[in-house]
């Protein structure tokens, strides 16, 4: 939210020079939070000047200028000024604004005098767009345009509100009041004790009659009416190309919003002030009175985009008898739009429900100035006052008169009352507040405070729709009488306790990745259907409201985010590359939640709150690793290594070791990786993950290189068989024999399997066997393959000697001739 500070200082008491950051360091006392300044970068000389007459002048590049002579000042040695201009849109007798030698327009543009197509411009006439008025560049500003005719020489600084700066803080959520210069101004005051004046004081009331207003809901979301209240007033006889006076341009500008035309301006003007959004209509344009009702099934809808929309049967619509004219709170229609042949006007203000007008504006994809307050809560009192204070303006700037024409429509409801214990506050904060400061807090922020003994009665007000529990009144105790008064404690963790196991080895498992070069990352768990089906993903959680329709299902794999991280860093120069990833996946339940949940004081009951427990999906750790380019880069006396598979089966082993265990590599395809390159990790004969390349058709498609690695393991499964606690391993001081072992096999004999015979076979004495070479040459046998492995013998009470080590290589080849029918390959 932009306040421009002298909007501010009309409704509460800022000091003398006061900055945007004297401002922001005020509010981030009560909770706001400093966001940056806007304005207060332009300085003068800058003045009305006058153009007395000008010469066309076509150039040898074809464009036609302007030499000028424009009087500035009503007497003097420099009273009349030549200036070379390129616009086209003035003439003899406008009053303009010129700068002059010295001036900083906004961006730091500095204007002195230069020699330009053959003449010295002593200055500038310059337009809205360079003097920061708008973002329209249509010529040179003339002041007549805008309803003014000031003295020549006159400061036009002062006079446009050039000097205006602004401050900018950002508004949570809960805190929909502060959208308004009316809740910054309260909030300034509770921050600083200035003296504040509610702008809806300021305001006359009007009222009419007559309208036909029709307010119906058939179908309202989660029990609560779609409008609980509806103010229309009529003005007559506006002329829509009046001028928008400076002030208000320059104020709209700085609160982030553009001129547009002086009805629509007001209408922004107000909502700004008041918090309240606001819409006028074409009175002429509207067939018959105004209904409020759900839409109905095929209804459409062109907006003031010029966008025609579906309309949902959950939308809140404002229809006249001829259909659709807007979609309520969010925008309005584009058939009773209010245009330059406008004369008579419609001025709506209403009060809708929050989550209705939340879920058409995310449905629509169609965020505005209005679905943003009514989202967070308007004050269902202010209606009137803003429609009248737009009536108002109407009538001061756009020469409109009342007609007398209106209606009103309120919901019966109750102000809301919260019982607060007087005690609670000190209770939950742990501050010590007495029952004063509680009670003057609750006042200060307008509500109206009844004590009956050790308990307050405290009616909210209609501004703030977020105070909902006493928790809520404590917050805004702790809040006003300052965050500074909490006293700071370090907790001090209770003897005896640490980490968890499972913290402890989630913490080994990512110690160890990324000690040997991997490095975290965290995407977002958001995949389209296409992408969460790479890897297969059975069923998925779909998302109802999802940020983005396209991403809007829950992950069931953590490579699919991997991957398209890889693409993204390649993109950008990343040849090289480790990643790794560890976070939840969601896998679907076959059961169906409920639908709707009661509100309002009744409880679901035990089968709905089943239901939905037995609905939420489950959501395992997984861990998962991508790598591509080298592993290790080319040096001086070192090739490079290519990182693929080998660097995959490596972390896998790595993260087994981090639980005490120790894993199994077995041939496999899973969806998504190499067909030939990859492998399912075992651990206890249970499936824990995959490991190998990736599909080279799946990487193709996402600009990667041919090989690229990768794994996945479910932590939760490798946690399960971990031991409770973990033993180190006998150190062997002896020393160890070395052999090399060749067998020739069928090609369907996984080296998996063959190791684990080999290890069978060669008895207690071997120590470790790894396969280091898969050979399947022209000049073996058809339909076998040679693997070699390299064993490594050692006993524990003495040294080895080669012959010992060669009768348990003979056992092992012994077995695996006898399982697979492997010969030793010589």
Same mark, same amino acid.
């Given at each position: 939210?932009?306040?421009?500070?002298?909007?501010?200082?009309?409704?509460?008491?800022?000091?003398?020079?006061?900055?945007? @950051?004297?401002?922001?360091?005020?509010?981030?006392?009560?909770?706001?939070?400093?966001?940056?300044? @806007?304005?207060?970068?332009?300085?003068?000389?800058?003045?009305?000047?006058?153009?007395?007459?000008?010469?066309?002048?076509?150039?040898?590049?074809?464009?036609?200028?302007?030499?000028?002579?424009?009087?500035?000042?009503?007497?003097?040695? =420099?009273?009349?000024?030549?200036?070379?201009?390129?616009?086209?849109?003035?003439?003899?007798?406008?009053?303009?604004?010129?700068?002059?030698?010295?001036?900083?327009?906004?961006?730091?543009?500095?204007?002195?005098?230069?020699?330009?197509?053959?003449?010295?411009?002593?200055?500038?006439?310059?337009?809205?767009?360079?003097?920061?008025?708008?973002?329209?560049?249509?010529?040179?500003?003339?002041?007549?345009?805008?309803?003014?005719?000031?003295?020549?020489?006159?400061?036009?600084?002062?006079?446009?509100?050039?000097?205006?700066?602004?401050?900018?803080?950002?508004?949570?959520?809960?805190?929909?009041?502060?959208?308004?210069?009316?809740?910054?101004?309260?909030?300034?005051?509770?921050?600083?004790?200035?003296?504040?004046?509610?702008?809806?004081?300021?305001?006359?009331?009007?009222?009419?009659?007559?309208?036909?207003?029709? !307010?119906?809901?058939?179908?309202?979301? @989660?029990?609560?009416?779609?409008?609980?209240?509806?103010?229309?007033?009529?003005?007559?006889?506006?002329?829509?190309?009046?001028?928008?006076?400076?002030?208000?341009?320059?104020?709209?500008?700085?609160?982030?919003?553009? *001129?547009?035309?002086?009805?629509?301006?007001?209408?922004?003007?107000?909502? $700004?002030?008041?918090?309240?959004?606001?819409?006028?209509?074409?009175?002429?344009?509207?067939?018959?009175?105004?209904?409020?009702?759900?839409?109905?099934?095929?209804?459409?809808?062109?907006?003031?985009?010029?966008?025609?929309?579906?309309?949902?049967?959950?939308?809140?619509?404002?229809?006249?008898?001829?259909?659709? !004219?807007?979609?309520?709170?969010?925008?309005?229609?584009?058939?009773?739009?209010?245009?330059?042949?406008?004369?008579?006007?419609?001025?709506?203000?209403?009060?809708?429900?929050?989550?209705?007008?939340?879920?058409?504006?995310?449905?629509?994809?169609?965020?505005?100035?209005?679905?943003?307050?009514?989202?967070?809560?308007?004050?269902?009192?202010?209606?009137?006052?803003?429609?009248?204070?737009?009536?108002?303006?109407?009538?001061?700037?756009?020469?409109?008169?009342?007609?007398?024409?209106?209606?009103?429509?309120?919901?019966?409801?109750?102000?809301?009352?919260?019982?607060?214990?007087?005690?609670?506050?000190?209770?939950?904060?742990?501050?010590?507040?007495?029952?004063?400061?509680?009670?003057?807090?609750?006042?200060?922020?307008?509500?109206?405070?009844?004590?009956?003994?050790?308990?307050?009665?405290?009616?909210?007000? *209609?501004?703030?729709?977020?105070?909902?529990?006493?928790?809520?009144?404590?917050?805004?105790?702790?809040?006003?009488?300052?965050?500074?008064?909490?006293?700071?404690?370090?907790?001090? /963790?209770?003897?005896?306790?640490?980490?968890?196991?499972?913290?402890?080895?989630?913490?080994?498992?990512?110690?160890?990745?990324?000690?040997?070069?991997?490095?975290?990352?965290?995407?977002?768990?958001?995949?389209?259907?296409?992408?969460?089906?790479?890897?297969?993903?059975?069923?998925?959680?779909? $998302?109802?409201?999802?940020?983005?329709?396209?991403?809007? =299902?829950?992950?069931?794999?953590? $490579?699919?985010?991997?991957?398209? /991280?890889?693409?993204?860093?390649?993109?950008?120069?990343?040849?090289?590359?480790? !990643?790794?990833?560890?976070?939840?996946?969601?896998?679907?339940?076959?059961?169906?939640?409920?639908?709707?949940?009661?509100?309002?004081?009744?409880?679901?009951?035990?089968?709905?709150?089943? *239901?939905?427990?037995?609905?939420?999906?489950?959501?395992?750790?997984?861990? /998962?690793?991508?790598?591509?380019?080298?592993?290790?880069?080319?040096?001086?006396?070192?090739?490079?290594?290519?990182?693929?598979?080998?660097?995959?089966?490596?972390?896998?082993?790595?993260?087994?070791? /981090?639980?005490?265990?120790?894993? =199994?590599?077995?041939?496999?395809?899973?969806?998504?990786?190499?067909?030939?390159? *990859?492998?399912?990790?075992?651990?206890?004969?249970?499936?824990?993950?995959?490991?190998?390349?990736?599909?080279?058709?799946?990487?193709?498609?996402? @600009?990667?290189?041919?090989?690229?690695?990768?794994?996945?393991?479910?932590?939760?499964?490798?946690?399960?068989?971990?031991?409770?606690?973990?033993?180190?391993?006998?150190?062997?001081?002896?020393?160890?024999?070395?052999?090399?072992?060749?067998?020739?096999?069928?090609?369907?004999?996984?080296?998996?399997?063959?190791?684990?015979?080999?290890?069978?076979?060669?008895?207690?004495?071997?120590?470790?066997?790894?396969?280091?070479?898969?050979?399947?040459?022209?000049?073996?046998?058809?339909?076998?393959?040679?693997?070699?492995?390299?064993?490594?013998?050692?006993?524990?009470?003495?040294?080895?000697?080669?012959?010992?080590?060669?009768?348990?290589?003979?056992?092992?080849?012994?077995?695996?001739?006898?399982?697979?029918?492997?010969?030793?390959?010589?």
């Amino acid at each position: 939210m932009r306040i421009p500070l002298s909007w501010l200082g009309e409704f509460v008491e800022l000091p003398d020079n006061a900055t945007p @950051h004297d401002v922001m360091a005020e509010l981030v006392k009560v909770g706001l939070e400093e966001e940056g300044a @806007h304005g207060g970068d332009l300085s003068g000389p800058i003045v009305v000047g006058e153009v007395l007459e000008f010469v066309e002048e076509e150039q040898s590049n074809g464009k036609t200028i302007r030499w000028c002579q424009v009087r500035v000042a009503e007497s003097g040695d =420099e009273a009349v000024r030549g200036i070379v201009c390129g616009a086209r849109n003035f003439f003899v007798g406008d009053k303009v604004v010129v700068t002059l030698p010295g001036a900083t327009l906004p961006g730091g543009f500095q204007i002195a005098a230069r020699k330009t197509y053959g003449h010295v411009s002593d200055g500038m006439i310059a337009s809205s767009r360079e003097l920061g008025l708008s973002d329209e560049h249509e010529g040179i500003l003339r002041l007549s345009t805008i309803g003014l005719d000031p003295i020549v020489g006159t400061d036009a600084i002062e006079l446009l509100g050039l000097a205006e700066s602004a401050a900018e803080v950002n508004v949570t959520p809960d805190r929909g009041y502060c959208l308004s210069i009316r809740g910054i101004a309260r909030e300034y005051s509770h921050a600083t004790g200035s003296k504040f004046t509610d702008p809806k004081d300021l305001v006359a009331l009007q009222a009419g009659t007559g309208f036909k207003l029709e !307010i119906s809901d058939s179908a309202p979301i @989660h029990g609560v009416q779609g409008c609980q209240g509806f103010f229309v007033l009529g003005v007559d006889g506006i002329d829509a190309k009046a001028p928008v006076p400076g002030w208000m341009v320059n104020r709209l500008k700085l609160a982030g919003m553009r *001129s547009i035309s002086i009805a629509v301006d007001i209408t922004n003007y107000v909502m $700004l002030e008041l918090g309240q959004p606001l819409h006028a209509y074409d009175a002429a344009k509207l067939d018959g009175g105004i209904s409020v009702r759900r839409a109905t099934s095929g209804e459409k809808l062109q907006t003031l985009d010029e966008k025609v929309r579906d309309l949902h049967s959950e939308d809140l619509l404002i229809c006249d008898e001829s259909g659709p !004219i807007g979609l309520a709170g969010v925008m309005g229609g584009a058939r009773t739009e209010v245009s330059d042949t406008t004369t008579s006007v419609l001025l709506e203000a209403a009060a809708f429900d929050p989550i209705s007008i939340a879920r058409s504006a995310r449905r629509h994809k169609l965020p505005s100035e209005a679905s943003k307050r009514f989202e967070r809560g308007v004050d269902s009192e202010i209606g009137k006052f803003a429609a009248a204070r737009a009536a108002q303006l109407l009538v001061e700037l756009a020469r409109g008169k009342l007609n007398g024409v209106g209606a009103e429509f309120k919901a019966e409801s109750s102000p809301r009352v919260i019982e607060l214990p007087l005690d609670y506050p000190t209770q939950l904060v742990g501050v010590e507040y007495s029952k004063d400061q509680v009670v003057n807090t609750l006042t200060q922020i307008g509500a109206v405070v009844e004590v009956s003994g050790s308990v307050a009665k405290v009616q909210v007000p *209609s501004w703030r729709p977020d105070l909902t529990h006493k928790t809520d009144l404590v917050e805004e105790v702790a809040r006003l009488i300052g965050y500074d008064q909490i006293p700071v404690r370090i907790p001090v /963790a209770p003897p005896g306790t640490g980490l968890t196991p499972r913290q402890q080895f989630r913490r080994r498992t990512l110690s160890s990745l990324t000690g040997s070069g991997f490095v975290e990352v965290l995407n977002y768990p958001f995949l389209s259907s296409e992408q969460n089906s790479w890897f297969g993903k059975g069923k998925v959680v779909t $998302l109802e409201n999802a940020m983005q329709s396209e991403f809007s =299902e829950l992950r069931t794999s953590l $490579l699919p985010g991997l991957v398209l /991280a890889a693409a993204r860093n390649l993109s950008r120069g990343t040849s090289d590359l480790a !990643i790794i990833e560890e976070g939840s996946v969601f896998l679907g339940s076959s059961a169906e939640a409920v639908k709707e949940l009661p509100v309002g004081n009744q409880r679901p009951t035990k089968e709905m709150l089943d *239901s939905l427990n037995a609905s939420i999906p489950e959501q395992p750790r997984h861990i /998962a690793g991508l790598v591509l380019g080298d592993w290790i880069s080319q040096a001086p006396g070192q090739k490079s290594i290519e990182a693929g598979y080998p660097q995959m089966v490596q972390a896998a082993e790595s993260i087994a070791m /981090a639980a005490g265990l120790t894993c =199994e590599i077995r041939q496999a395809s899973p969806e998504g990786f190499h067909p030939g390159r *990859s492998a399912e990790v075992l651990i206890n004969s249970v499936v824990v993950g995959f490991v190998g390349e990736l599909d080279p058709a799946l990487a193709s498609a996402n @600009h990667l290189p041919r090989r690229v690695g990768a794994f996945e393991l479910n932590l939760e499964s490798i946690f399960a068989q971990a031991p409770e606690v973990l033993s180190a391993k006998e150190l062997r001081i002896m020393p160890a024999a070395t052999q090399d072992l060749s067998l020739l096999v069928e090609v369907s004999v996984s080296a998996a399997d063959l190791a684990k015979v080999i290890a069978e076979g060669a008895g207690d004495l071997l120590e470790q066997v790894s396969l280091v070479d898969d050979y399947r040459g022209g000049n073996l046998p058809e339909g076998q393959k040679s693997l070699t492995f390299a064993l490594k013998f050692r006993a524990a009470d003495r040294t080895l000697t080669q012959a010992e080590a060669t009768t348990a290589r003979d056992g092992a080849v012994a077995l695996a001739n006898q399982r697979f029918g492997a010969t030793q390959r010589v």
